[in-house]
């Protein structure tokens, strides 16, 4: 039974990862943080099922114990302060979890199982606004402190492989969105809100730039192309993308039409949603993905839209 260690298993993609190793047979531990409230109700159906170690990447002795305990084949590194906002209010903060967090988990898997396959969640951020499509050769010129963080754990990984041949990956995976998403992304704080429209308990839908446009698939395809990078023989720097950007008002437009509204009637503009510094228009080209990992997204933009309403509403109405 091969073993698996995930850092940010609480999250959105740390969840549905959990689930595909549990279901293809590996033992799986995870970090989690201490927190006041529940961190855990995403892998709440797996208890049992998975080992948990409290862990934080800021603290390294924290990774260092989980990593001896854990004795993985293959680490997934996915924990970060994820959200670009948040980022340009944090930034030190961001770039401690980010940048530092992925220098601390690498340096523990060096010295106690330098055998182990590593999986760096990088991410399209780190390009900036680069005109799409873009792929593996498209130069980084991040645009948020996120996206440079995530630029010094990417080289930090692909230097891991070079000096030291471990067997490290960045998966460079575009926005993924789920029923899992947290709340305050775009797309899951579009589709709460819709639910709650339905279920009466909400009118309005404040928003920042609906002119952003985002390649968006489903988090339970990438965690599948993340798996794929480590079944290589070599490690190696994949972007995972569907290829197919739409603007938040599109989205907006689709999610609000699948519960029967017109998103017009409900949404405002507000300022405090907007960015310092936004990036216009994310779009990725998957081919190295789809040749080399036989990786294709299975979820369109239709599906993916219809599948969060349904389940907001739903939750909204259990709420209600
Ligand atoms: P997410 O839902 O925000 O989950 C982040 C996870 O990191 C949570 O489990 C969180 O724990 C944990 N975490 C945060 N700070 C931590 C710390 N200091 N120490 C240990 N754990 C910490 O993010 P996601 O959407 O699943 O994304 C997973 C990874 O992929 C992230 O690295 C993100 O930057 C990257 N990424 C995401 C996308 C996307 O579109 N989703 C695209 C490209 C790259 P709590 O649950 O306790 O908060
Ligand atoms: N969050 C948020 N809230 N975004 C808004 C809002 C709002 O009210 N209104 C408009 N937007 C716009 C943002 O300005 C951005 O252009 C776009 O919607 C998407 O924002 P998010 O959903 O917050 O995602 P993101 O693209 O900034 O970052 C996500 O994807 C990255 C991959 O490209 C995160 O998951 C990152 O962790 C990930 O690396």
Redesign the pocket.
Known sequence: MPTALVTGITGQDGSWLADLLVERGYEVHGIVRRASVDNRHRIAHLEGRVHLHWGDLTDADSLVRAVRAAKPDEVYNLA?Q????VSFELPVHTADVVALGAARLLEAVRTLCPEARFYQAS???MFGAAEGPISEDTPFHPRNP??AA?VYAFHLCRMYREAYGMHVSNGI???HESERRGE????R?ITRAVGRIVAGTQSRL?????D?R?DWGHAADYVDAMWRMLQRPEGGDYVVATGVSHA?RDFCERAFAAAGLDWREHVDI?PR???PM??PD?VGDASLARETLGWAPTIDFDTLVGRMVAHDIELARKQA
Do not use: C, P
């Open positions: 970060a994820s959200h670009v906002a991410t399209s951020e996120y996206g995530k995976l575009f926005n305050a992304f775009v797309t704080k404040a928003l920042g730039n609906l952003a985002r938040v507000d949603f907007q960015r936004d990036i994310l």
